[in-house]
């Protein structure tokens, strides 16, 4: 049996009450759980195109409402260029180094 729509919404109610979480106007919904994973994402730093496939938004325009969440995310980004610059391996390098490992 697949739960419906109102078989979700009596559980995520009843989970509610139990922990004593309410609202001052209407009730929490699965939108505002939604809504609450996203922002927890952004303020820990995860990329926003992550944060759009997670919630399954079609567009990164909607995800954009999280991007303020976290105001130090330009200061992190301009830290970057205070420490070392970090050396990628070409391919054919890292051909080469597989290839020495053999």
């Known amino acids: ?5 109102g078989m979700m ?3 995520i109610i009843t989970t509610l009450k139990r ?3 309410t609202r001052g106007q ?8 939604r809504r609450t994973y996203g ?6 730093g995860v990329p926003l195109k992550v944060i759009q496939e997670l919630l399954g938004r079609a567009t990164i325009e ?7 969440l976290r105001p130090e995310v330009k200061q992190d980004a301009v830290k970057l260029l205070d420490g070392p610059v970090k050396r990628h391996a ?3 390098q890292r051909d080469q180094e597989a290839a020495a490992q053999k």
């Open 62 to 68: 909607l995800t954009m409402r999280y991007a303020h």
């Open 39 to 44: 922002s927890h994402l952004a303020m820990r």
């Open 26 to 33: 209407g009730t929490i919904g699965w939108h505002d759980l």
């Open 90 to 92: 070409t391919y054919a």
């Open 19 to 21: 922990a004593g979480i």
């Open 1 to 5: 049996m697949h739960p419906t729509p």
């Open 9 to 11: 919404d009596h559980l």
